[in-house]
């Protein structure tokens, strides 16, 4: 049995993996590899290279840390840039960068603990594109350089864009990887909520999460092995643009891990797709 940790991406509504690493670790359950995508592969980095307790307290410290106009700064300049077609996106990846670069501790890919792989899409054909050696902060930027948001990166000769383009979810870049037992770790979701009131970006990335939730359900459905689709906490305005609040969906993300983990003796479905919207208490 070959186990998987699978990484969504979500931007700032990432940092609710951190406390399901947390309860996933208390409960003794360990991948042999990781897969992320976008934000996700942030953290399946930054866990691979110290899947320790004190690992996790690092990747925890980083989250906490971090505010929006540290990944992305909105400045007139870039703006205009961007919108001019002078750069390949509205925000300069300066900011996320060093964000990364912050967090990991590894040169290469291949130098983790732990075998980790990042998922990016390719520019020209949406196809998605597993990237397992290399320089690990090239490989997270590409797989977290939002289309028009961020500008894409060049990876040994092709332009690579955020890997939520083709594989939001990408279980099946886990099972073709060798993963028999996969444990998908989810962002948290909004909840129904109109549109009215939300500000451009946020109201962006809630019209391109809801696209991408009609994709992760059909490559789950595609899945041969077990899938572990951990609980979703839904958080009613929810925001991924917003990483104020990075503490709080960590803590969030440990307890409705954890209830769920005490529920598992339960018979439970080959893939629990019900459980993507997971009400928090």
């Known amino acids: 049995m070959t186990v998987a940790f699978v990484f969504q991406g979500g931007a700032g ?30 953290n399946a980095v930054a866990y691979a290279q110290e899947p320790t307790g004190e690992g996790l307290e690092r990747l925890q410290r980083l989250w906490s840390g971090v505010r929006r106009r540290d990944v992305f700064p909105l400045r007139l ?18 900011g996320l960068r060093g964000l990364i670069e912050h967090g990991l501790r590894v040169g290469d890919l291949r130098e983790t603990a732990v075998p980790a ?10 196809e998605p594109v597993v990237l397992s050696d290399g320089p690990a902060v090239q490989a997270v930027l590409a797989s977290a350089a939002i289309p028009g948001i961020l500008p894409a990166v060049r990876w040994r000769g092709r332009l690579l864009v955020d890997g939520c383009v083709s594989a939001d979810i990408p279980i099946l870049q886990a099972e073709e990887l060798g993963a028999t037992e996969s444990y998908v770790l989810p962002c948290v979701v909004g909840g129904e909520e109109s549109m009215a009131g939300r500000a451009a970006l946020p109201a962006m990335f809630h019209a391109f999460n809801v696209m991408m939730e009609r994709l992760d359900r059909h490559n789950l459905s595609l899945a041969r092995g077990r ?7 839904v958080v009613p305005g929810a925001n991924p643009m917003d990483f104020n609040h990075s503490a ?21 479905p080959r893939v629990q797709l019900r459980e993507y919207a997971y009400a928090a208490e």
């Open 117 to 126: 792989h990042v998922v990016a899409a390719d520019a020209a054909t949406g």
């Open 13 to 42: 509504l990432s940092a609710v993996q951190v406390g399901m690493l947390r309860a996933l670790a208390a409960a003794g359950i360990r991948p042999d590899l990781v897969v992320g995508t976008s934000a996700g592969a942030i």
């Open 227 to 233: 899938v572990h689709l951990l609980p979703a906490p």
């Open 248 to 268: 709080d969906l960590i803590e969030l993300g440990f307890a409705t891990a954890q209830r769920w983990l005490a529920e598992r003796e339960a018979p439970q």
């Open 77 to 94: 300049r870039s703006l205009a840039a961007g919108l001019t077609g002078r750069r390949g996106g509205l925000v300069a990846s300066d």
